[in-house]
């Protein structure tokens, strides 16, 4: 069975991109075997158009750059049923479970064809005929801390694959080596990936003497984007294959994340003929439960004469991680630059908590407000006495979104305030909040209140907390 859409592609190592073309590729198309790998997994990397090489950041990595395991922190696992083309479909199965000494990696890849008639040389049914080709995955990468600026940090790894087709009473097996690199240098949320598809195989004999996995040279770069307080962020990858049988291409994707909840996703790539190149999809994490992540994905494309191709993916990431090991100087360091950085973002949000510009005080104020610490209802309180607007409503946004009880009764006192945008916005985050103990309050306020638009307000705010009980 053959089938193209595409897999891995472009990267950022100019004089690696220059070089590769000059390797030896003496093939051609028609000439190689298991080419059903060549379709991409997960419904979440297909959504990016197979630009996975340099983000390589879950289970799936095995597939895409084994090197990838080695970010892993935490089990992982993943599945993705891609409805493929009529009466085919292909069905993905990976887990990752990280050890002190590295991350292991498993996947299983499995591409069916529902049996459809067979016919004689006179045109005869002779009943029928069914065909399916699988791989199965083990992987392991590891990690290399160095003591360079440049490159701080290194992630490295291998998978080994067993390849098996069939075709009616034909069948043929092999195997395959992948091999990677992640190149995490200093500026933060940069990766260089590389990967190498098939760099030992076997033949698949069919008949005659078969034919081996193509050699696929790929090189991929990353850059992710995030604003403060986790509003929103950013993916964007960029891959580029040299194959041994065909022509380079390339493939592209973004992600758009909002709250850590709602992906959004876009892709193209530059392979085969089968497809427009283009594709979407999104996906939602679930709030977490127990220590597990779970996330649903979801991905689109459409191929010019089968109609559309749907794949739906579910991913789940398990507890605390990696297993514990004595921690090693380097670690240690990389704790207290941490510690440090946090601690110079904490200023940094303080400083824009006080921003001329209402909309940078109001995300400062919702950053801090998601921190255990105790600075931060002063601060908000401090907002409220002060004279102007932007930072009195900036204090009552964060205060409705604290955690620690003392931030109820700074927004009670608030129903006090002079200004009456203040004690409409509190009412609001008190009705919202939804403890009980605020009703007495909000009373209190709307016995003494003059202004018809906070009255509305508290009463709302009152509303919500009866139908909470």
């Known amino acids: 069975m053959t089938a193209g859409f595409l897999r891995a592609h472009f990267t950022g190592f100019f004089l690696l991109c220059l070089t590769a073309p000059a390797i030896a590729f003496a093939s051609g198309p028609g000439t190689t075997a298991a080419n059903f790998l060549k379709i991409p997994v997960g419904a979440r990397e297909t959504s990016l158009g197979g630009a996975f090489t340099a983000v390589a950041d879950n289970a799936d990595a095995v597939f895409y750059n084994p090197a990838g395991l080695g970010l892993l922190e935490a089990p992982e696992f993943a599945y993705a049923y891609n409805n493929y083309l009529p009466g085919v479909s292909q069905q993905w199965l990976a887990a990752a479970y990280p050890a002190a000494s590295g991350t292991f990696g498993i996947g299983a890849n499995y591409l069916g064809v529902k049996a459809f008639d067979s016919y004689d040389s006179a045109d005869n049914r002779t009943g029928s005929v069914s065909a399916y080709d699988m791989a199965v995955y083990f992987g392991y990468g590891g990690r290399l801390e160095t003591a360079s600026d440049l490159l701080p940090s290194v992630r490295y790894g291998a998978a080994v694959k067993y390849i098996s087709e069939k ?87 973004i992600e758009n994340t909002l709250y850590g909840a709602l992906a959004l996703r876009a892709g193209y790539s530059s392979f085969g003929d089968l497809s427009n190149g283009v594709s979407f999809g999104l996906g939602f994490t679930l709030p977490a439960r127990g220590g597990r992540e779970i996330r649903l994905d979801y991905s689109y494309g459409t191929s010019y004469d089968f ?163």
């Open 167 to 253: 075709l009616d009473t034909g069948k043929a097996t092999g195997y395959g080596l992948d091999a990677g690199l992640l190149l995490l240098p200093g500026v933060k949320n940069l990766r260089f990936g590389l990967g190498v598809e098939n760099l030992a195989a076997s033949r698949l004999e069919f008949i005659r003497e078969g034919a081996k996995p193509p050699l696929n040279f790929k090189t991929g770069v990353s850059y992710g984007i995030a604003t403060p307080g986790g509003a929103a962020g950013a993916l964007v990858s960029l891959d580029l294959n040299f194959p041994e049988d065909g022509p380079r291409y390339l493939a592209a994707g």
């Open 307 to 469: 109609g559309n191709v749907h794949k739906f993916g579910l991913a789940c990431k398990f507890g605390a991680g990696r297993a514990a090991a004595a921690p090693e100087p380097a670690a240690a360091q990389r704790a207290q630059e941490r510690g440090k950085e946090a601690g110079n973002m904490f200023k940094q949000q303080l400083d824009l908590l006080y921003s001329d510009s209402p909309e940078e005080s109001r995300a400062a104020a919702e950053y801090l407000a998601g921190l255990d610490n105790p600075m931060v209802i002063e601060h908000f309180t401090a907002l409220l006495s002060s004279g102007k607007a932007g930072w009195k409503l900036a204090a009552v946004h964060g205060l409705a979104r604290q955690k620690d009880s003392r931030s109820l009764d700074v927004l009670a006192g608030a129903l006090t305030h002079e200004d009456p945008e203040v004690r409409q916005q509190a009412a609001q985050a008190l009705g919202s909040r939804g403890v009980a103990g605020s009703a007495a309050a909000l009373q209190a306020a709307l016995r003494r209140e003059e202004s018809d638009s906070v009255k509305s307000a508290i009463i709302e705010a009152l509303g919500k907390l009866s139908a909470q009980r």
